[in-house]
């Protein structure tokens, strides 16, 4: 559901908080007035993050959510998100409260949802170069990797950083994609962009430089990714559609496999009976497999070209959300 003109889009902040008791504060002092409510979610933290919060901050946006088993970056996200969507919050943020990120950012990682752009948009700290000069050049070679892997794996060829955990998820898509199924751990981001492929929800970058040193991304998804990504591409290529990169594919395929298998055959036969193979035969073999190649590139380039333009949340049908009684939330504020 698109918010209507007569009431603003109702933005939330998901703080996952674990081990941030002396970033805190400061973060939650730096969420400016964009944001209609804002969800601490203290996962098991040692420090008792949450109430110190409750404690100390008298924001009355601000909503402490207790966990009493820790469930990971991603899964305090998750509780983050549904806590927000049955309040019926429209745009929904997730921010680290370690120092790394700038609240202040929030209107403009906020923009092009709001403005009906995307469906999703995060930060991107590869942007401008002098935002990551001095970073160590093995901590970007990983953060490259990464990002390569991300794209391959999601389709997103246009999205960079799929590590940063500055972002904003249109709350309709965010129901669509069932928030309680997505990775727990640190590969959350990673996760979600795989699950906004299949839905062929529109991502965005945002130029968001990070308060601190680039860490390395969490996008490897090791046990996860190369299942996901064929389920992507059968998904999107052979199931939902049948389009011109399948039949590139199809048939760059074939025809490599073709003149791959006849042309090993006559090599081993010429080697076999010690008589070289004629030009035609060595042409045969050739042809296909130039052919085929050249198609597989083809292919290659629509599914770069193919990434999803056309926002999805205006279209979706907003589901209501379950009874959150049963999630054994402690609710402390």
């Not at 699950?195 to 680039?214: N, Q």
């Not at 969490?218 to 939902?240: D, I, V, W």
């Amino acid at each position: 559901m698109t918010p209507s003109a007569a009431r603003p889009p109702q933005v939330a902040v998901v703080i996952p908080a674990f081990k941030v008791r002396d970033h805190i504060l400061a973060a939650l002092a730096g969420i400016g007035p964009e944001a209609a409510a804002i969800y601490v979610v203290d996962d098991a933290c040692p420090e008792n993050t949450g109430e110190h919060v409750r404690k100390n901050c008298a924001d009355a946006r601000v909503r402490v959510i207790r966990v009493e088993r820790p469930l990971g970056v991603g899964g305090a996200t998750a509780r983050g998100y549904r806590e927000a969507l049955g309040e019926d919050m429209d745009i929904l943020v997730k921010l680290h409260a370690d120092g790394r990120m700038d609240p202040a950012r929030l209107p403009a990682i906020i923009r092009p949802l709001v403005e009906g752009q995307a469906d999703y948009a995060k930060g991107n700290r590869f942007f401008d170069l002098d935002d990551v000069s001095g970073v160590p050049w093995r901590r970007l070679a990983a953060n490259a990797v990464d990002s390569f892997m991300a794209k391959v794996a999601s389709g997103y060829w246009d999205v960079t950083d799929p590590g940063n955990g500055f972002t904003a998820l249109h709350g309709t898509v965010a129901r669509a994609l069932g928030v309680d199924t997505l990775a727990r751990d640190a590969t959350f981001e990673g996760d979600l962009l795989l699950r906004l492929a299949m839905l062929r929800a529109v991502v965005v970058d945002v130029p968001m430089p990070a308060r601190a040193a680039v860490r390395p991304a969490h996008a490897r998804l090791p046990r996860r990714l190369l299942a996901r990504t064929l389920k992507r591409l059968a998904y999107a290529y052979f199931l939902r559609d049948f389009n011109a990169g399948t039949l590139q594919f199809l048939k760059g395929l074939f025809l490599v496999l073709v003149g791959g298998v006849y042309g090993a055959t006559q090599w081993y036969t010429a080697a076999a009976s010690g008589e070289p193979a004629t030009p035609g035969t060595v042409m045969l073999a050739a042809l296909p497999i130039l052919v085929g190649a050249q198609l597989l590139i083809a292919a290659f380039r629509y599914e770069v070209t193919n990434v999803p333009r056309r926002p999805l949340h205006p279209h979706l049908v907003k589901r209501k959300e379950p009874d959150l009684s049963a999630t054994g939330w402690v609710r402390q504020g």
